[in-house]
């Protein structure tokens, strides 16, 4: 077997599963879809999602559009959303987000914290102080759909006035995260793009088919490279990684020398994490079938090996 050098493309996909039941409310209303009915082609207005609030434009334009109007919730100690989501032809999962971004738009300077609900059930504390860069904070999971849509509910716990500039839901295709049992959630923990220089959204439907955010991450201990072949496609592996995120990858400086990567989970209640880790070599080498292995610990622990 030739030894190689260690490429990791895209590591830690990390999702915490927690247990529950959902429930839902009957609607009439369906969402715009494309002819496949996988991917909502279009961004629609919140009116006839929400029965409470006000809408509010933030005084200067972001370069994330979506996030240049927002809906606060003063009155109530819970407000809610109802998507109706058409599942006549799909699977019952659907990968939910919801996306924050405070702009000052009341001019206090002090972004709210407020709790977020699925269906009656926790889902997050939203602490919209803690990015950086001024990025917006988002929140997303896969979740199955009991019958015929979610609620998605703004809790107030006494921290300012619950908020809220985007909300999405994008099917999930039957033999993709199939680690997820029928009475669970998959809350997502981190989606990290080694070796990329700016996070990759809002790829077009052909190349990440489920609508996901990818965030990049250069590391200086280690190359940064590029795979020296483009290829648009999106790749037939687990959950259907897309080629713009395997295009870029960290490597080891020394043939033998190992990556370590931390995960951060001191604020989480950790059921179970599920760690997926992506490996595609990304320069051309002789012979073809030359084969690298690599060795997995999490914690010290050996869980496996990947080979490329």
């Known amino acids: 077997m030739e030894e190689l050098m260690m490429v990791l493309n895209m590591i830690l996909v990390v999702l ?13 209303q369906t969402p715009i879809m494309n002819p496949d009915g996988l991917i909502v082609l279009s961004w629609l207005t919140d009116e006839n999602f929400a029965d409470s609030g006000e809408n509010q434009l933030l005084l200067y334009s972001q370069n994330f559009s979506t996030m240049n109007s927002l809906r606060y919730f003063p009155d109530g100690q819970k407000n809610c959303y109802f998507l109706p989501l058409d599942l006549s032809h799909l699977d019952t999962r659907f990968l939910i987000r919801a996306g924050f971004y405070y702009g000052n738009y009341d001019g206090l300077s002090k972004p709210p914290s407020f709790n977020l609900e ?18 917006p904070v988002y929140h997303e999971m896969i979740y199955r759909i009991k019958r015929d849509g979610a609620q998605v509910c703004l809790v107030r716990i006494g921290d300012g006035i619950p908020f809220i500039s985007s909300l999405e839901a994008t099917a999930i295709f039957q033999n993709a995260y ?8 998959l ?19 052909n190349q990440d088919w489920f609508n996901r955010i990818w965030k990049s991450k250069e590391m ?8 020296d072949r483009i290829v648009d496609d999106t790749m037939m592996d687990e959950n259907y990684p897309p080629w713009p995120v395997m295009q870029t990858a960290i490597q080891e400086k020394i043939v033998l020398d190992s990556i370590y990567l931390s995960v951060n989970f001191s ?10 880790l992506y490996f595609k070599e990304p320069i051309n080498r002789y012979p073809e079938n030359s084969i690298a292995q690599v060795e997995i610990f999490i914690d010290s622990q050996k869980l496996g090996a990947s080979c490329n």
């Not at 699925?118 to 990025?135: A, H, K, L, M, R």
């Not at 200086?220 to 795979?227: A, F, K, P, R, T």
């Not at 604020?267 to 997926?276: K, L, M, N, S, Y």
């Open 16 to 28: 915490l599963s927690i247990s529950l039941q959902a429930f839902s409310q009957s609607s009439n």
């Open 187 to 205: 809350l997502l923990h981190s989606r990290i793009n080694y070796g990329a220089n700016s996070t990759i959204e809002q790829i077009s439907n």
């Open 267 to 276: 604020t989480q209640t950790i059921v179970v994490a599920h760690f997926v």
């Open 118 to 135: 699925i269906d009656g059930y926790f889902w997050t504390t939203v602490i919209t102080n803690s990015t950086s860069n001024n990025e």
């Open 220 to 227: 200086l201990e280690y190359l940064n490279i590029v795979y």
């Open 178 to 185: 199939r680690l997820m049992e029928n009475e669970t959630a």
